[in-house]
């Protein structure tokens, strides 16, 4: 038996302890996914207060070295990461290792991990979110005895100074450490003025052109991006794209001159929690063999928004409400998706204007378009549970979770061909339906031609029960569980490991 590949992934936010989008569920994931494949993996956090908290972490002062027990363990302290003093407790995320950053200067404050209350970035982002990289850089360079890494694995900008510092900066006497940095939404690259560039400490040679320096100022993905020994994103449909300017965002030159390490590994679901038959959300649990059960969740879900039951499909939309989420085309599409015998119920929240022609388009529908906004999660699974149809028209979408649990619940999703809506949904066209293996439907350009024919085709095949029963089975089939996507994450650390020897 081999020994088992030391990783250390290095992430701004894990469930069950912060989230705020999808990143958290893949770094709180991960640890589990990889470990059947004989893959170790620690992870790396900040210590918000929540965390702090949540994880009944003693403050500074009350100290607890080495203390036995369950609880967590002061493993390593920094008078001066960046500046502050720092500390690193040991504890545990679910069944595998968690250290937590407890640095008070960066991260002891009421808000958000990257917002103040009112909702404006910390102004020092750059400096909290380089000192994690920098802890990461020098953990994996042996900072602690007897806490050695293989591997270290950095997810978005927030982590992307760790393989920047193991490259310009190692620890003095640190082994090689291969790393691998993972684009979750290539839209957020941590960009920050020059003059940040001297507190970092970083020596001249790093303020490059394949270095930290991004027009003009620090860019902190593209440090990673530069340095990371693999590269990957969150489906291989993203990977292509990002290497075009409409995705890439600016960084689609670098994108294509690292093409040749950079991987596409789909995100997985968390199939104990999305599960339509044990969902203790659900008026009615069912299989893919009790569909008709479904009946009573969509009664239920006309209820809660207000609908007039109707022999018309069901449209869902779980979303935040941005243009990269196409919201603002659904918005267009309304009219057509009520005039042809559609009913629409959307949980949603943000953009303010977006939120305001929604309650237009509800207002010219009443008892037809149904909106909810905030955050609701069982209300969300409802929703997956009662709808028939799942819009999802992202102009952009690196990977998608919504219409994984749409497979998942027999909620047959209508999505644009692109990221990982392209690869995780198979559109029924006439090959696809008659071989039984259609999921969903699939449509080009996100505007309100394409949608409008997208939900005319959805709408046509929903008045054929046969033909829909297909595409909701087939979709149930589907595996989109963490399975298939550990092993894969698994198979690159070792093929690092294996480029070391
Ligand atoms: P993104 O991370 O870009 O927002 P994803 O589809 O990858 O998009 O993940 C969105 C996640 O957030 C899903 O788990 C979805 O169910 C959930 N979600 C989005 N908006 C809401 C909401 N208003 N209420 C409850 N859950 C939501």
């Not at 958290?24 to 900040?46: E, F, N, R, S, Y």
């Not at 869902?316 to 015998?341: F, N």
């Not at 550990?486 to 070391?500: D, I, M, P, S, V």
Request: proline share 6%; net charge neutral.
């Amino acid at each position: 038996m081999t020994a088992a590949i030391r990783v250390l992934s290095l992430a701004s936010e894990a469930v069950p302890l912060v989230k705020t989008g999808g990143l958290a569920d893949v770094a709180g994931a991960l640890p589990a996914a990889v470990a059947p494949h004989g893959i170790a993996m620690t992870t790396l956090i900040p210590g918000y207060p929540a965390v702090i908290a949540a994880l009944g972490i003693e403050a500074a002062g009350g100290r607890r070295r080495g203390r036995s027990g369950g609880g967590p363990r002061l493993l390593h302290q920094w008078d001066d990461l960046l500046g502050e003093g720092a500390r690193l407790h040991a504890a545990s995320l679910g069944a595998h290792p968690l250290l937590v950053l407890d640095a008070p200067g960066f991260f002891a404050r009421d808000g958000g991990p990257y917002a103040d209350p009112q909702g404006r970035d910390w102004a020092d982002n750059w400096h909290r979110f380089a000192a994690l990289g920098r802890a990461g850089a020098d953990l994996a360079g042996g900072a602690v005895p007897g806490l050695g890494f293989d591997v270290l694995h950095a997810h978005d900008w927030q982590a992307a100074m760790a393989p920047a510092y193991l490259r310009f900066a190692p620890p003095a006497g640190a082994p090689h450490v291969p790393t691998v940095m993972t684009i979750h939404n290539i839209a957020f690259q941590g960009w920050f003025a020059r003059e940040n560039f001297a507190r970092l400490g970083l020596p001249r040679a790093a303020w490059a052109f394949d270095g930290v320096e991004y027009h003009g100022g620090v860019g902190m993905l593209k440090a990673g991006l530069q340095a990371a020994s693999l590269i990957t994103t969150v489906s291989p449909t993203y990977a292509e794209e990002i290497r075009r300017p409409e995705f890439g965002m600016g960084l689609e030159g670098l994108i294509v001159s690292r093409g040749a390490r950079l991987r596409g590994i789909v995100n997985g679901i968390d199939t104990a929690a999305w599960n339509p038959a044990t969902d203790p959300a659900l008026v009615a649990p069912y299989t893919a063999r009790s569909l008709a059960r479904r009946a009573a969740n969509k009664r239920a879900l006309e209820a809660d928004f207000a609908l007039e039951p109707g022999d018309g499909p069901l449209f869902v939309v779980v979303s935040r409400l941005t243009t990269q989420k196409g919201m603002d085309v659904l918005c267009e599409g309304l009219d057509h998706l009520v005039g042809l015998g559609g009913r629409l119920a959307l949980l949603g929240a943000g953009d303010a204007a977006i939120e305001g022609e929604l309650r237009k388009g509800a207002a010219r529908h009443p008892r037809r378009v149904g909106l909810h906004f905030g955050y609701d999660e069982a209300l969300a699974h409802r929703m997956q549970a009662g709808g028939d149809a799942i819009l999802v028209p992202s102009r952009f979408e690196p990977c998608g979770l919504t219409q994984l649990y749409g497979l998942a619940y027999g909620c047959v999703p209508v999505v644009a061909r692109t990221g990982g809506l392209a690869d995780t949904v198979i559109d029924a066209n006439l090959a696809a339906l008659s071989a039984g293996v259609a999921t969903g439907i699939q449509f080009d350009h996100v505007d309100y031609p394409h949608l409008a024919q997208a939900i005319t085709r959805a709408i046509a095949l929903y008045h054929q029960p046969g033909a829909w029963r297909s595409l909701q089975r087939a979709g149930m089939r589907a595996d989109f569980s963490w399975r298939r996507s550990g092993a894969a994450y698994a198979a690159l650390y070792r093929e690092l490991k294996a480029e070391q020897a």
